[in-house]
């Protein structure tokens, strides 16, 4: 429940699709993370193009969503950082939260690189 919000049925999507984005190497190495990306179809519950396609139907919405790329990026970075920074992870695995961080991060990226975005453009943060 920690990563629930009451905003943009997309941000609910993007939780929903994290797994999609989660190498298998990365779940191995945190095995409270479940991983689909690059496994084998067989062992995947629905593609993740057909849940963005059923999404769409059943919330006649336009499919493609040209959102997502972004939503799924900013999804996997929001809960873990605001959560964690507020101390307000409630779970019994809230202290792995500051680990797992940098892999997120990490995931976040790879979003928008499989989605074709080029990074090396970006200015640098001033933070």
């Known amino acids: 429940w920690e990563l ?3 905003g943009s049925p997309l941000a609910d999507l993007g939780n929903l699709t994290m797994p999609f984005h989660i190498k298998r190497t990365q779940q191995a190495k945190f095995p409270l993370l479940i991983g689909f990306k690059n496994a084998p179809q067989v062992e995947v519950p629905i593609s993740l193009d057909d849940l963005y396609r059923e999404y769409c139907k059943l919330t006649g919405w336009s499919y493609p969503l040209l959102e997502m790329p972004f939503v799924s990026s900013w999804m996997l970075l929001r809960g873990i950082a605001a959560r964690y920074v507020r101390k307000q992870a409630s779970s019994a695995n809230a202290a792995i939260q500051l680990e797992l961080f940098p892999v997120f991060a990490e995931l976040a990226r790879d979003v928008l690189l499989d989605e074709g975005f080029h990074l ?8």
């Open 4 to 6: 629930c919000t009451l």
């Open 120 to 127: 090396d453009d970006l200015p640098q943060s001033k933070l």
